[in-house]
């Protein structure tokens, strides 16, 4: 049986476990998402403490992504719900650091021509800070969503389900067909992630900056 042949006869299959990679890795780009830009913005008004924090990220990036899960297993259980914030703090990273680099990058005459003007602080961070670091703000969410979605194949290892669960059964099975039938929908979804923030962020970025 070829590649082609299984990805037809698996298709509902295929489809499902799509569907739950698609779900844990939306939930915890999401949470990321909320959780590391107003930390980044916050380490921005609090610039002693931004490299410490920001490197207690970095080393839970240094930390291997089947360890992280195997230990978040004890405490929260196996299922969806280690896996979720496993991916979580994976994600943190790339959105954290580059909300904190891309709002202390922006122009320091452009923030003083906004109190000039008589923008108040919280002013000058909505209509000035953020729009001028959304483009680096972005590249921390795509860099993060690829990732996330990547790593979502160890989910089926603590029964999280997820296009990992067709890859760890092809690997046993010796079924080289059945490992790609897992690993390419994962890499398409990424692609489609990629591209599609891409847009929005064209959409959203401020005409001067493109």
């Known amino acids: 049986m070829n590649l082609l042949e299984t990805m037809i ?40 403490i931004a490299e ?31 896996a979720i914030i496993a991916f979580t703090l994976y994600a943190l990273l790339p959105i954290l650091r580059n909300t904190y680099t891309g709002i202390i990058g922006v122009d320091k005459a452009v923030v003083d021509a906004g109190r000039g003007m008589g923008m108040t602080s919280r002013q000058i961070l909505f209509m000035v800070e953020l729009p001028l670091s959304l483009p680096v703000i972005m590249a921390g969410i795509r860099t993060s969503s690829v990732f996330t979605i990547g790593l979502a194949a160890l989910a089926a ?53 493109k």
């Open 9 to 48: 006869d698996r298709k509902d299959e295929i489809l499902t476990h799509m569907g739950e990679h698609l779900t844990m890795s939306l939930l915890a780009i999401a949470i990321a998402i909320l959780i590391a830009v107003p930390v980044g913005i916050l380490l921005t008004r609090f610039r002693r």
């Open 52 to 82: 410490p924090i920001i490197g207690v990220t970095a080393v839970i990036q240094t930390v291997p992504g089947l360890a992280l899960l195997a230990f978040m297993v004890p405490i929260f259980g196996i299922g969806t719900l280690p």
């Open 157 to 209: 290892f603590i029964g999280a389900g997820g296009l990992g669960e067709l890859i760890i059964r092809g690997m046993s099975m010796y079924d080289n067909n059945l490992v790609l039938a897992g690993a390419i929908p994962a890499a398409l979804l990424a692609i489609l992630f990629d591209t599609l923030l891409r847009l929005i962020e064209n959409k959203v970025t401020p005409r001067g900056l």
